[in-house]
């Protein structure tokens, strides 16, 4: 008895969607090497922060597989071979990563509504949620790196957000435990 309650179109689209999180993570990773061989610590912290968020939206969506009969596979992702030249260019490419994500994002929101495929529409949609957050939160990289001057920051202001950086939450929640009543 074939117990799989997504169809196969679904389940190869939320196993693309595990590895593109798992690419994010990657992408984070290298961003917060990038940092850290500059001085930026506190950028590193941040960007490894999220490359571990990035991991728990993978597992999360591992899991959803799991519970729906699926069978996820743990598909291999590519080196992040780009590298950027300043940190106006890291946070650029952060938030065009972020971007790009929430648009796959949104493939699979529509793919669930053609399917009519409902307990997917409605896993899909703390996704949303966070994809929202997580552009925001790329914006405000971007605003606070132009207050500080942009590309043309004093060592002083970069020191200081560097510092505001390090020094923010460092709890990454676990993406398993979100709940409808508590998606965080």
């Known amino acids: 008895m074939n117990t799989n ?21 990657q992408i984070y990773l290298s961003l917060g090497c990038w940092a850290d061989t500059k001085g930026y610590g506190g950028v590193a912290n941040f960007l490894f922060r999220h490359a571990q968020e990035e991991r728990n939206h993978m597992i999360k969506i591992m899991m ?11 598909e291999a992702v590519t080196e992040h071979k780009k590298l ?21 994002i949104y493939g699979l929101v529509n793919q669930s509504m053609e399917e009519k495929d409902w307990a997917t529409w409605n896993f899909a949609q703390w996704f949303v949620k966070e994809q929202t957050e997580e552009e925001k939160l790329a914006l405000s990289l971007i605003d ?24 923010a939450p460092d709890d990454v929640p676990l993406a398993r435990e979100s709940t409808a009543d508590n998606p965080e």
């Open 84 to 104: 950027p030249k300043s940190m106006s260019e890291c946070f650029d490419m952060v938030f065009q990563h972020e971007v790009d994500n929430t648009n796959a």
């Open 64 to 74: 959803y597989i799991l519970e729906r009969g699926g069978t996820p596979k743990v």
């Open 144 to 167: 606070k790196l132009k207050i500080a001057g942009g590309d043309r920051a004093t060592d002083e202001s970069l020191f200081e957000l560097d510092k505001y950086l390090g020094n």
């Open 5 to 25: 309650r997504l169809s196969k179109a679904m389940e190869t689209s939320l196993i693309k969607q595990m590895t593109k999180e798992n690419q994010a993570s």
